[in-house]
């Protein structure tokens, strides 16, 4: 096989010749166009880049929740977009951690019942499911709060709810999309370190869409997206 | 299950509009149920009509009267057991606003081929030997406060006169379905009192009725009745006492249409109020499903949690609109029991008040729940926020 970032890991996500774009009134709109990289394993990457570059749709379909127009996308060996939706569904729930801008926690649930969410959809047994919830909480430093509901906590704290959600099935790969966007400088930084402690720790695969570039400073690698290129090929 | 509590838990998200939407569909079940009921009331006579008997009447109308001889031939003929008869009297007790059917009846044969009227084996002695005897249905006198002994005066409208009368005994129904409104007395005092003052009127009877051997001869019968008497100076008609019944009702059998036709409209509209509140409420979350969706739960996941909500609302609103319809159909039917000899709720109306709250449950759901599973996770993800 050929261009590797960096020969001695192998890599996790590897997009070949992916293009995507958007039917707007009539008109088509491309928004990636022939877009080829690997993502190493174990890699902390940051996509940057002007607001409607792409970043989101290029994230959106490294992590299955869109579909591409031509390419494919192997992520841990299996062409996603060969899924047919359902398997494209439990292939999410099992294999991709999401972490959003707006935290998307279910305003009716607990903390710990956000976080217990994604494992409904394994065979983990309920006391099982309690112990992976309860550390994921410690993780993210939430185990006193798994009773409130995401109204009852801060901007900050939901979204560590969603990093312990995001984490707790164990995921192949993190996904974060501008997951700072809606917090202040010193919640942000939290998150940014939580998410940093994860890659360095336990090895986590990170791929984060930013537009701050104190949020990217974070990451290990940087990548910047321009009108549906990318234009720095090697970090 | 953790998605059920999601679901109830939705569907107490917005407080007031769930309860406006439960107490919306609660009134809609009632109203229904109670239509139905005045529907199945309406036909309540003939339900409660007897396969194996028949009604002979004058072929030309009902108004018109038979000879009182026709009696001989008819119980001669094959295949009739017993014969009885009827006139409508029409009497007034009081004011036209006391109205209740009343009838001069051949007694003892009338209370044979009606053992659904059912009297005191004493007081049914006492009204067979007085021949101004009279009995009533028990709602009747209890419309009016009658006991036995009681003396009735009824107020002819056909028959010219002020009648005396003397309650000699009540009867019940068997059935739940008997009318108990009725009021008979002695044939022999109407026609007695007729050949003195208008003896033209006398020995006539309004319908014969007949009880057959075996119902399945009914056709049969009312052939040889008709083919009997024809070319005769009254010509008649036979029919089963259920043909009899329904002659009566398609008089009115626009009515009914139209009551049925407007408790199938009562379900319409709240169809389509419930199907706006899940439509306001699957919108409003529709960025959750997709969360939901992104997670990796599935489309039968979302279709599931939407339907539930929708089933759950339109079930609590149907529970308690069912609940509700006994009590006020029992204090309807007090008030309308001169309309409505009998006005139960049937099985049927509860059947058909669950069937249309599944109907409402279903409809109201399909709309969102196809939108929250179809919508690309991308498109409803940017609805948050
Ligand atoms: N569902 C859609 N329909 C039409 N156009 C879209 C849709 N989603 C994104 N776009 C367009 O695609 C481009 C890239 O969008 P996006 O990936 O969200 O950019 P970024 O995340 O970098 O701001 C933008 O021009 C945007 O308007
Ligand atoms: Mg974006």
């Given at each position: 096989m050929t261009d590797v970032s960096d020969a001695t890991v192998t890599p996790i996500v590897r997009l070949r010749s992916v293009s995507k774009s958007y039917r707007r009134g009539g008109q088509i709109v491309p928004v990636l166009e022939e877009i080829s990289f690997d993502i190493a394993q174990g890699e902390f990457l940051a996509l940057m880049g002007p607001s409607g570059s792409g970043k989101s749709t290029l994230l959106n379909l490294i992590a299955g929740i869109d579909k591409v127009d031509s390419g494919a996308i192997l992520v841990g060996g299996v062409d996603i977009t060969s899924l047919s939706e359902t398997e494209l569904a439990s292939w999410r729930g099992l294999n991709v951690g999401f972490i959003f801008q707006f935290y998307n926690l279910i305003p009716v649930l607990t903390a710990f019942e956000n976080v217990e969410l994604p494992l409904l959809l394994t065979s983990l047994s309920r006391r099982e499911r309690r112990e992976h919830v309860a550390m994921a909480l410690r993780i993210v430093g939430l185990a006193d709060r798994m009773d409130h509901r995401p109204g009852q906590l801060s901007g900050g704290q939901q979204q560590r709810v969603a990093i312990a959600r995001a984490v707790v099935t164990d995921p192949t790969i993190l996904v974060a999309d501008e997951p700072t966007g809606d917090l202040d400088r010193r919640s942000a930084e939290e998150i940014l370190h939580l998410m940093e402690r994860l890659n360095r720790e336990s090895g986590k695969t990170v791929i984060m869409v930013t537009h701050d570039p104190r949020a990217a400073e974070q990451a290990r690698t940087i990548r910047h997206l321009e009108k549906g290129f990318l234009t720095d090929v090697a970090a | 299950?953790?998605?059920?509590?999601?679901?109830?838990?939705?569907?107490?998200?917005?407080?007031?509009?769930?309860?406006?939407?439960?107490?919306?569909?609660?009134?809609?079940?009632?109203?229904?149920?109670?239509?139905?009921?005045?529907?199945?009331?309406?036909?309540?006579?003939?339900?409660?009509?007897?396969?194996?008997?028949?009604?002979?009447?004058?072929?030309?109308?009902?108004?018109?009267s038979l000879p009182v001889s026709y009696r001989e031939k008819l119980i001669r003929m094959p295949g009739v057991k017993q014969v009885s008869s009827a006139n409508w009297f029409g009497g007034v007790y009081i004011?036209?606003?006391n109205f209740f059917p009343n009838f001069a009846i051949e007694p003892k044969t009338y209370l044979e081929l009606y053992p659904e009227f059912v009297l005191d084996p004493g007081e049914k002695e006492a009204f067979l030997h007085d021949r101004k005897g009279a009995v009533a249905g028990r709602k009747l006198a209890q419309r009016f406060g009658w006991k036995v002994g009681d003396s009735i005066p009824l107020k002819g409208t056909i028959f010219p006169g002020t009648w005396q009368f003397v309650l000699r005994g009540i009867y019940r129904g068997a059935e739940s379905s008997t009318d108990e409104n009725q009021f008979f007395f002695q044939w022999e005092y109407l026609n007695e009192t007729m050949l003195k003052t208008v003896p033209r009127r006398a020995n006539q009877v309004g319908i014969y009725l007949l009880?057959?051997?075996?119902?399945?001869?009914?056709?049969?019968?009312?052939?040889?009745?008709?083919?009997?008497?024809?070319?005769?100076?009254?010509?008649?008609?036979?029919?089963?006492?259920?043909?009899?019944?329904?002659?009566?009702?398609?008089?009115?059998?626009?009515?009914?249409?139209?009551?049925?036709?407007?408790?199938?409209?009562?379900?319409?509209?709240?169809m389509a109020v419930v199907a706006n509140t899940m439509a306001m409420t699957a919108r409003e979350r529709i960025g959750e499903y997709a969360v939901f969706k992104t997670l990796g739960f599935s489309w039968w996941h979302i279709a599931g949690m939407i339907f539930g909500e929708s089933f759950f609302i339109t079930i609590t609103g149907c529970a308690l609109g069912i609940a509700l319809t006994f009590p006020v159909a029992k204090s309807f039917g007090q008030q309308l029991s001169s309309f409505f000899p009998t006005f139960n709720v049937v099985r049927e109306t509860i059947y058909l008040d669950s069937a249309a709250a599944l109907v409402i449950g279903l409809v109201a759901g399909i709309f969102p729940a196809w939108r929250a599973v179809t919508i690309r996770i991308a498109e409803g993800l940017r609805r948050i926020g």
């Open positions: - | 299950m953790l998605l059920l509590k999601v679901l109830v838990k939705n569907a107490f998200r917005h407080r007031l509009r769930t309860l406006l939407t439960v107490v919306g569909i609660t009134i809609a079940i009632l109203a229904f149920g109670l239509l139905r009921t005045v529907v199945s009331a309406w036909y309540a006579g003939v339900e409660a009509s007897s396969a194996s008997r028949l009604v002979t009447r004058n072929a030309i109308s009902l108004i018109f004011t036209e606003k009880g057959l051997t075996n119902p399945n001869m009914a056709a049969e019968v009312s052939r040889n009745v008709d083919a009997t008497f024809k070319n005769s100076q009254a010509e008649t008609l036979t029919e089963t006492e259920k043909a009899f019944q329904l002659s009566f009702i398609a008089m009115t059998e626009a009515i009914v249409v139209a009551i049925q036709i407007v408790s199938f409209v009562v379900i319409l509209i709240i």
